[in-house]
């Protein structure tokens, strides 16, 4: 069956830190794979969208990193703030959108 | 500013009434969807549409209904049918097509059965 797989667990992080998160998907060819934030109560933001003969992307203090042999992405958050502090969704496009149950990240000041 | 408008933001049902969600996009998007979204899961899609007048099932369309007569709404009805209606219902928006871009979504509507 397909499967994207993002970790349950929520990632603790110090101000100024690099936050990493995985997303890992099997059963997919997507050829686009987007990352959205959520805050609590609110619809998911658009943040990034990297192709699949893209390695990274960066935007900002975002960078994001799509391995479609591994068939993984993975976010980084630069110099992490407070501010930061969300779930993290990543979603495969393929004949529709299909999302990640999202990975929560707290920046500790 | 252009956006995707849901309400009402909070929504009790009796069980056994149908309900139905707005939703309203200014942005010019031909395709709009909803999802579902409960605690500890991911976004479900419900229904979809790409254009007017025309919509497709999602994943757990059972118990659900929409209809698409105008570009800019998308009406969501939860029926007497689906068993267990409880969750954050969130609407989307996206230019549509093959085209890869991010989608826009509202607020959502919280939806509880008393």
């Known amino acids: 069956s397909q499967k994207i797989e993002q970790n349950s667990e929520a990632l603790n992080i110090q101000e100024g830190k690099t936050a990493t998160l995985t997303c890992n998907y099997t059963?997919?060819?997507?050829?686009?794979l987007q990352w959205y934030r959520q805050d609590p109560g609110r619809g998911p933001v658009f943040l990034l969208l990297?192709?699949?003969?893209?390695k990274e992307k960066r935007k900002e203090r975002l960078k994001v990193t799509f391995d479609t042999t591994l068939k993984q992405s993975l976010f980084h958050i630069t110099a992490s703030q407070p501010a930061d502090s969300a779930t993290y969704l990543c979603a495969l496009l393929s004949n529709r959108l299909a999302f990640g149950k999202g990975n929560q990240v707290v920046v500790i000041p | 500013d252009g956006g995707i408008t849901q309400s009402p933001k909070y929504l009790f049902r009796k069980e056994g009434q149908n309900v139905t969600l707005s939703c309203e996009q200014n942005l010019n998007h031909d395709a709009m969807y909803w999802y579902r979204q409960d605690p500890g899961q991911g976004l479900r899609l419900i229904y979809y549409?790409?254009?007017?007048?025309?919509?497709q099932k999602g994943d757990i369309a059972e118990g659900y209904s929409v209809s698409r007569e105008k570009k800019e709404s998308f009406p969501l009805t939860v029926t007497s049918a689906q068993k267990n209606p409880t969750a954050f219902y969130l609407c989307?928006?996206?230019?549509?097509?093959?085209?890869?871009?991010?989608?826009?979504f509202g607020s959502g509507t919280r939806l509880t059965v008393v």
């Open positions: 549409s790409q254009i007017v007048n025309d919509f």
């Open positions: 989307a928006s996206s230019i549509g097509g093959a085209l890869p871009y991010g989608y826009t």
């Open positions: 990297i192709r699949e003969n893209e």
């Open positions: 059963n997919y060819s997507p050829a686009y």
